[in-house]
T-cell receptor
Framework: DTGVSQNPRHKITKRGQNVTFRCDPI?????LYWYRQTLGQGPEFLTY????????KSRLLSDRFSAERPKGSFSTLEIQRTEQGDSAMYLC?????????????FGPGTRLTVL | AQRVTQPEKLLSVFKGAPVELKCNYSYSGSPELFWYVQYSRQRLQLLLR??SRESIKGFTADLNKGETSFHLKKPFAQEEDSAMYYC????????????FGQGTTLQVKP
């Protein structure tokens, strides 16, 4: 286990298409976050899972966005009917249940370009 | 509202010069603050946390509640310190999500 992994690393799509990203957290990390980062900005929180339960969603997460973590392991983030404004880096982070330092471990991100 | 502000987009210094990356926050209560770093072509990683009061790679950061600041400092910059630095605040919500500043690019010239 070399850390949080995300696939694909890059995705180019046409406006109106649906896309799905995957995040595999560090093994046994029960907490998982999705963030979005646009050019020149810091990451912004999108949603949070504790095990398979989605416990918080940001206002940034419109109804075109949906995230799942069906078995409390990997997570998927789907964007339907993509818009050019969805172009960004999508980051996943995980943290262990018993973390005493609250360090979130980040994946390499998926860069989405909507044409 | 909980917010993090990094006023400088770019900080350019010469090798051996002191560095201070500014971070101000808005938070009611006892904040938990972090500095994350992203080197070229690498993922975002934790540099240091205010709770641990440690020095990592020569960097330190002191929480100043009176000035609501958490500036990152290093007395002598090295070329390998060139990277993007993000200040982050752990939200008071139960989720522990992070609230990031816009980031500062540190460029250390030889």
């Amino acid at each position: 286990d070399t850390g949080v992994s995300q696939n694909p690393r890059h995705k180019i799509t046409k406006r109106g298409q649906n896309v799905t990203f995957r995040c595999d957290p560090i093994s046994e990390h029960n907490r998982l976050y999705w963030y979005r980062q646009t050019l020149g900005q810091g990451p912004e929180f999108l949603t949070y899972f504790q095990n398979e339960a989605q416990l918080e969603k940001s206002r940034l997460l419109s109804d075109r966005f949906s995230a799942e973590r069906p078995k409390g392991s990997f997570s998927t983030l789907e964007i339907q009917r993509t818009e050019q404004g969805d172009s960004a880096m999508y980051l996943c982070a995980s943290i262990s249940r018993g973390s005493d330092n609250n360090e979130q471990f980040f994946g390499p991100g998926t860069r989405l370009t909507v044409l | 509202a909980q917010r993090v502000t990094q006023p400088e987009k770019l900080l350019s210094v010469f090798k051996g010069a002191p560095v201070e990356l500014k971070c101000n926050y808005s938070y009611s209560g006892s904040p938990e603050l972090f500095w994350y770093v992203q080197y070229s072509r690498q993922r975002l990683q934790l540099l240091l946390r205010h709770i641990s009061r440690e020095s990592i790679k020569g960097f330190t950061a002191d929480l100043n509640k009176g000035e609501t600041s958490f500036h990152l400092k290093k007395p002598f910059a090295q070329e390998e310190d060139s990277a993007m630095y993000y200040c982050a605040l752990r939200s008071s919500s139960n989720t522990g999500k992070l609230i990031f500043g816009q980031g500062t690019t540190l460029q250390v010239k030889p």
